[in-house]
């Protein structure tokens, strides 16, 4: 029984390693996406000055 608990412990924290690393890896694409938003709308802000 002592074995089994030791290695169910393991595997719970290898998960939990991995769960980190793919929360990382979404952080990273959203700030990749919303900085792309923003430069579009800096663009289409310099056109309308422009146009006035």
């Known amino acids: 029984m ?3 608990r030791r290695r169910s412990r ?3 924290s ?3 390693r991995r769960s980190r ?3 990382k890896g979404k952080r990273r694409s959203i ?3 919303s900085s ?3 430069r579009k ?3 289409k802000g310099k056109e309308k000055k422009e146009e006035k």
């Open 2 to 4: 002592r074995r089994k």
């Open 10 to 12: 393991v595997k719970r």
């Open 14 to 16: 290898r998960m939990k």
């Open 21 to 23: 690393i793919r929360r």
């Open 31 to 33: 700030m990749r996406k």
């Open 36 to 38: 792309r938003r923003k």
């Open 41 to 43: 709308r800096r663009r």
